[in-house]
């Protein structure tokens, strides 16, 4: 049996292949080591659509009515300058409305990114932290996905 899970990428990043996801899967890496353990399988990969994310909630059911328990929002909603607004609202809404898992984060943080928000204090807000901890792996994993 397999975990079915879905991945909402930022709409800035529309024309991403998703290597850097797919990837991470692959090698249950960053937000995808919970599944370690575990099969998974991709049913739905798109875009937010754009601020304020007008694609959340048409990808949302229609991930659900494919099967997904776990939707991610993709790591560039947290790396990308500036970071996505709207991430908790989404978070929010897609768990309330499909009653469905939502982890922030696919592929880990690129150390590049990491040193850029460091630099320009972007996350020192707490309210960041929770939003982090999935994609923040070693520096040498941070490092690979640059």
């Not at 353990?37 to 754009?50: A, K, P, Q």
């Not at 990114?113 to 460091?118: E, R």
Request: net charge negative; glycine share 10%.
């Amino acid at each position: 049996m397999s975990t079915k899970i879905g991945v909402i990428i930022c709409d800035r990043y529309r024309r991403c292949a998703g290597g850097k996801c797919f990837r991470a899967m692959k090698n249950r890496e960053g937000a995808f080591d919970i599944y370690a353990d575990e099969e998974i399988e991709l049913v739905g990969y798109t875009t937010c659509d754009g601020c304020p994310g007008g694609n959340i909630e048409y990808a949302g059911e229609e991930m659900v009515k494919n099967g997904a328990e776990v939707i991610h929002l993709a790591t560039g909603l947290i790396v990308g300058y500036p970071p996505c607004p709207y991430i908790h609202t989404f978070k929010d809404f897609l768990e309330k409305r499909y009653d469905v898992k939502v982890v922030v984060g696919t592929h880990p943080i690129p150390q590049k990114y990491l040193d850029m928000h460091t630099e320009l204090g972007t996350w020192e807000d707490e309210a960041w932290q929770p939003l982090l901890n999935a994609t923040m792996a070693d520096e040498a994993t941070r490092l690979a996905y640059n």
